[in-house]
């Protein structure tokens, strides 16, 4: 990836990421992009605000506000996630062993949550199977895609979603 190219990624994503800042103490959503060699090229930990940037001629630091996205700041051909869904984390990968990869907090079991996503992806024109409670498939792109979910107490659960790799 050329210098420019990861600027041209990078900064529209710390400018959206200033727009859509907000000040929950208790909640946050972290992000990290990472470049075709591994390295990160920026990061921003939703619980502080810190924002770290490594591009080719400029590195630094500054916080934002601290920021929390929810079900609806994420869709991916029309779905969002499970209502009442918090995000926890967002990897922006280096397209070798995973593309994207997102975790998520949601409000119920996770069979309810997977039942959920099955029908809604399906409708979607996902190509789904579930395997040990973890859907694995391809999206309507025929990009991999998986869905792992985790009991967290409670009708609580944690998600993650892997896209490419």
């Given amino acids: 990836m050329t210098m420019v190219s990861r600027t041209a990624l990078v900064l529209p994503l710390v400018a959206a990421l200033g727009l859509s800042a907000c000040d929950r103490p208790s909640q946050g959503t972290s992000i990290t992009v990472n470049g075709a060699d591994g390295d990160t090229l920026a990061s921003v930990d939703g619980k502080s605000g810190e924002v770290k940037l ?16 929810e079900a609806d700041n994420f869709e991916l051909n029309g779905v969002h996630l499970f209502p009442g869904s918090t995000i926890r984390n967002v990897d922006v990968g280096n397209g070798r062993d995973k593309a994207f990869t997102m975790t998520f907090d949601s409000p119920a079991d996770p069979a309810t949550v997977r039942d959920w996503f099955r029908d809604k992806m399906g409708d979607a024109g ?40």
């Fill in 126 to 165: 996902f190509t789904l199977n579930e395997q040990g409670g973890t859907l694995v498939g391809k999206t309507a792109e025929e990009k991999p895609f998986r869905l792992d979910l985790r009991q967290t107490g409670g009708d609580r659960s944690t998600g993650t979603i892997t896209l490419g790799g």
């Fill in 54 to 69: 490594a591009l080719p001629g400029f590195q630094g630091a500054f916080k934002l506000p601290k920021m929390s996205m």
